[in-house]
């Protein structure tokens, strides 16, 4: 209803636009050395009044103002603003070249500092190629998932993993783009490294739940990841070795000023020190990750420009020939970007995404392969229309075809396990969009939106319902393409920013976002054999409901910015599992489950200096995070494993000279909430460990500091060489990662507890070059 | 068994990695006392044990109060049998024959509350032969060979000694269902710790036919028994077939072993 008033007042301030002369400058703005497109950067024209617009994904702007001579400011983060004089008496293009600033560290940006409180959604961040370029992480591999969880409200996984679980939500409620593509499993190594290789990025953005309405299908974050389009005027080397992986990067043109390409491929060798030791465990075993990023593109005419992206890659695990896992993520991506005219952009993807494992056993008398994947294939259409000075209206549609295959087993004749093909399962996955960004004067904006989201099951196969207690209650046959269950969900957004002076503002927001792929795990940490399974006739689509608020301020000359924001979150339809659930090859897994729903709340604050020889940023999270499983604690609530208290981060980097740059950060953080026993009783002559309630206990508190010092070598005009030397865990912490409760070995009449932990004193040294 | 393999390599890694461990302490609240029941009818001749205890604080030493003065019934065959107290807290069947085929009943009534459980037991399967599979670093694998009959479920146990005493600490404990392996002739590789299996000791592998719940039950308490690990899921009690609120299960099983020489 609110809505409903607020478009037509909205539909009004355009029709009353045309009273006055008005016209539009559009174009896109571009790195000047590269010919990158700059995502999110800030385009104003001063006059009598301030007209602002940020350019969209493929650095196309649009701006409408009345006749009048302007002063056109362009500003982006890490570069030289650009400042030119503009006499708007017709409609025209400019498109902007903006320089990068030579040393990217100093950096001010105060009009795009200054946007931050005006412009963007609460709960959005995005977070530079720089600063992940220096934050120290583990093994010295730069890795944008294990930087995002330095900022408020994300939380890690576990030590050392890629995995992260934002405001309260489990870690398959994140949405991982690149390109467009969904990655369903973005970690290599079991969770040590992100499937990310952060040479082929060029920009991360994280939405904590307020996501636009273009966006839907998780309930807690959005985190969009763009790759590099490449350098469309000069062929490029980069790379990178380390101790335990290398990296290289080949850009260039393909036709100058018209089309680049980018390839970035990785691949560890830690294996290759493996073969060195004289054990034979150690040997013998398999252990490595490629992956490959790929990205062309070219314009045909100034409307019209394609991309092609794609990315592949491989994780290997192995013990001699005996045993074999092998998992991996391809995507690819055909874009056409299209200018309609001068106000309306569109974009048409065409996207492929697949996600798949293997297990291979290769013993005498003993053979087994098993195969799991989901594959999607998916069309997208969104618009932009840059209706007025004051209007910009995103709508859209797609539409996303799944195919799972929950898992085939092939067995030789003598093996102990019999060939098993679990039938694929199909579905359809729709959405339509529309909203509005709507300046209602130079304080407040309205961001509204409403995304319809549609998902069917559908045949072939046969569809069981269960009774509580798990057994089959029934079975329907359904036939190829025929709905065996569809869900309609509307998923209003909207949010409102109050700019109170030059320096401050306020926002709020409301959103729903419905979830249609769960992820079965039986494990804490990412495994690669977790499952994906659509929602059905037993699952629901899981909900989330969330409200947040924030206060956002600009200090010292917008040196400094600092924010509160806090939140409330509400979950339904949540997935856990029976005990001893069979989740593995088990074509009645949705037996295996039981439901309930979830509540997380919390402050986040975040204070950041951006300017200077130092630089950095100090997140804190005061949350809680709890969930109500039905025969779970008794059908009570209770603290999800997740919840940790407080979590706090510090990052600084300080860029001594020319030669020397440090940096570290430092995590502290309350431990998860653990289920330990309140007792231990005797089983056939053995303890066993008595539990009393879930997550009743807590982990002890995790802290940690890393260090990283990175040198920059001669440069020549041809060539940059630097090296970096970076100390994980400095003080050699041994951080809590499980604890395990067993009988004393050297008392059997006592028990105890053994804590373990992962790494103390990581060192890693780097050389990354140039040419 | 590939979860298991899978197991070592994560650890193989995180070993790899400058993985260390330490006792702690912990202070861990402590629970109201849980009856704790166990019992066994199986194809072997009588008399049959029922054992009732009580469990501890995790800090006390692992002395389980043995529960003296319940009366205890298992009825099936037509006959009910009383159950007589030789030794405190074990109760014994004095007539009961366990058949393949049948139902047993397990009544027990202590501090005047009850407590009922029912178990089935299969059909047995005759565990034909142990081999053995060298691992890494020449550790030693019992293979239990067997073969599954077709058409039915069947539920595993498998229970090893060395020299005619079980291990330590609940290890060489195992279960396998045949839910991916109907029919099969099943070479089912014992992934025990191996520290027990080793030249010169005298290995028993005794393969138990139980029944469904009983394999749940077991099943569960694998899980968070032994090396449960970080990857686990929240650890809870195992679902007992007996009614009434006690700890522990009881099973009516086919029993069948084989004993090898370790050279």
């Not at chain 1, 636009?17 to 000047?32: C, H, L, M």
């Not at chain 2, 195992?174 to 520290?195: A, E, H, P």
């Amino acid at each position: 209803m609110k809505k409903g008033f607020f478009l037509t007042v909205a539909l009004f301030t355009v029709l009353f636009s045309f009273a006055q002369q008005k016209y539009t400058i559009n174009g896109t703005i571009r790195d000047q050395k590269t010919g990158e497109t700059l995502i999110g950067a800030t385009i104003v024209l001063v006059g009598n009044h301030t007209y602002s617009v940020l350019s969209n994904a493929y650095g196309f702007y649009s701006i409408t103002a009345p006749k009048n001579d302007y002063i056109l400011l362009a500003t982006f983060s890490g570069y030289e603003n650009d400042t030119l004089k503009v006499s708007l008496s017709k409609d025209r293009t400019l498109n902007l070249d903006l320089k990068p600033h030579p040393t990217q560290l100093q950096e001010v940006v105060i009009s795009s500092r200054k946007n931050d409180i005006t412009q963007t959604l609460p709960g959005m961040q995005k977070i530079s190629m720089t600063e992940i370029k220096n934050v120290p992480v583990l093994f010295g591999e730069k890795d944008i998932l294990k930087t995002i969880q330095l900022l408020p409200g994300i939380k890690s996984a576990g030590e050392g993993s890629s995995g992260f679980f934002v405001r309260g939500g489990a870690a398959d409620q994140n949405l991982i783009l690149l390109d467009e593509a969904t990655v369903y499993n973005a970690s290599h190594l079991l969770g040590f490294f992100s499937t990310f290789n952060s040479d082929a990025i060029k920009d991360v953005t994280i939405y904590k739940g307020d996501m636009p309405a273009q966006y839907g299908g998780r309930l807690s974050s959005l985190l969009d990841i763009k790759m590099k389009d490449g350098d469309d005027k000069n062929y490029k080397v980069t790379g990178g070795i380390g101790l335990i992986s290398s990296r290289l990067n080949v850009e260039g043109p393909i036709v100058k000023n018209k089309g680049s390409f980018m390839i970035s491929a990785r691949r560890t060798y830690a294996d290759l020190f493996l073969k060195l030791s004289h054990d034979s465990s150690v040997n013998q075993s398999i252990i490595y990750f490629y992956d490959l990023n790929a990205k062309a593109n070219y314009q045909f005419n100034p409307n019209n420009r394609v991309y092609l992206s794609g990315y592949f890659g491989k994780d290997v695990l192995g013990y001699s020939n005996q045993f074999g896992i092998q998992w991996g993520n391809s995507t690819g991506t055909i874009r056409w970007n299209h200018i309609f005219n001068n106000k309306l952009f569109s974009n048409t993807s065409f996207i492929y995404s697949n996600y798949n494992y293997n297990i291979s056993i290769n013993q005498a008398n003993n053979k087994l392969f098993i195969l799991s994947r989901i594959k999607d294939l998916s069309m997208k259409e969104d618009l932009q229309y840059f209706a007025g000075s004051s209007n910009k209206v995103n709508f859209g549609f797609n539409i996303t075809r799944h195919i799972f295959t929950p898992g085939n087993i092939k067995t030789s004749a003598s093996s102990s396990f019999n060939s098993l093909i679990l039938p694929d399962k199909y579905a359809f996955d729709g959405a339509a969009y529309v909203s509005d960004e709507w300046a209602l004067n130079d304080r407040l904006k309205f961001n509204s939106g409403i995304r319809i989201s549609m998902f069917a099951m559908v045949g072939p196969g046969d569809f069981y319902s269960y009774d509580s207690s798990g057994t089959i209650k029934s079975t329907q046959t359904y036939a190829s393409g025929k709905i065996v269950k569809s869900y309609l969900r509307a998923e209003p957004r909207f949010a409102a920013t109050y700019q109170l002076n030059d320096f401050s503002s306020v926002k709020a927001s409301y959103s729903r976002n419905v979830q249609n792929l769960h992820l079965l795990s039986n494990s804490t940490g990412s495994n690669p054999t977790d499952l994906w399974i659509p929602s059905s006739n037993n699952v629901k689509p899981e909900i989330a409901d969330q409200f947040s608020a924030g206060y956002y301020r600009n200090f010292g000359n917008n040196k400094y910015e600092f924010s509160a924001e806090v939140y409330y979150k509400n979950l339904q339809n949540q997935i856990d599992y029976k005990n001893g659930a069979q989740l593995v090859a088990n074509q009645l897994v949705e037996s295996q489950l039981v439901f309930g729903k979830g509540r997380a709340y919390g402050l986040e604050l975040y204070a950041r200096k951006k300017v200077g020889k130092l630089n950095g940023w100090i997140s804190y999270t005061l949350s809680r995070t709890e969930r109500k499983i039905d025969g779970v604690n008794n059908n009570n609530w209770y603290p999800a494993t997740q919840d940790q208290t407080h979590n706090l981060a510090i990052v600084a980097i300080y860029q001594l000279n020319k030669k020397w740059t440090f940096s570290s950060d430092f995590v502290f953080n309350t431990g998860n909430a653990v289920t330990w026993p309140s007792g231990k009783y005797e089983v056939n002559g053995s303890t066993v460990f008595y539990y009393a309630e879930r997550n009743g206990y807590r982990m002890p508190a995790n802290n940690r500091l890393d260090i990283s010092a990175t040198l920059e070598g001669k440069k020549s005009k041809k060539f940059e060489g630097s090296w970096t030397f970076a100390l994980y865990n400095v003080y050699g912490r041994e951080n809590p990662y499980f604890v395990q409760f067993q009988d004393n070995p050297a008392d059997p009449q006592k028990t105890q507890a053994v804590q373990y932990s992962l790494f103390r004193w990581v060192p890693s040294v780097t050389y990354n070059f140039k040419f | 068994m590939k979860n298991k393999i899978a197991y070592n390599l994560f650890f193989l890694i995180f070993f790899l990695l400058t993985g260390c461990k330490k006792v702690i302490d912990v202070s861990l609240k402590n629970a109201d006392v849980q009856l704790v029941i166990t019992g066994e009818v199986n194809n072997l001749p009588g008399p049959y044990k029922v054992t009732v205890s009580k469990s501890v604080n995790f800090t006390s030493d692992n002395n389980f109060p043995p529960v003296s003065g319940a009366f205890i019934t298992i009825s099936g065959n037509g006959i009910t049998d009383t159950l007589e107290e030789k030794e405190p807290g074990s109760y014994f069947t004095h007539r009961l024959e366990g058949k393949p085929g049948e139902g047993y009943s397990l009544k027990v009534s202590v501090n005047g509350k009850n407590y009922n459980a029912t178990s089935v037991m299969p059909e047995p399967v005759e565990l034909d032969s142990l081999t053995f599979t060298l691992g890494r670093d020449n550790d030693i694998y019992p293979i239990a060979n067997f073969k599954d009959p077709p058409g039915i479920n069947n539920y595993y146990q498998f229970i090893e000694f060395a020299n005619g005493i079980k291990f330590n600490n609940g290890r060489g404990n195992s279960v396998f269902d045949d839910r991916l392996s109907d029919g099969r002739y099943i070479k089912r590789t014992l992934y025990d710790d191996s520290d027990d299996v080793k030249p010169g000791i005298t290995l028993k592998v005794q393969m138990n036919c139980i029944d469904k719940a009983v394999f749940n039950y077991l099943n569960e308490l694998s899980q968070i028994s032994g090396n449960g690990s970080f990857s686990s899921p929240a650890p809870a009690n195992p679902d007992s077939n007996i009614s009434g609120g006690a700890l522990g299960y009881f099973s009516a099983n086919t029993v069948s072993s084989k004993t090898v020489e370790i050279h």
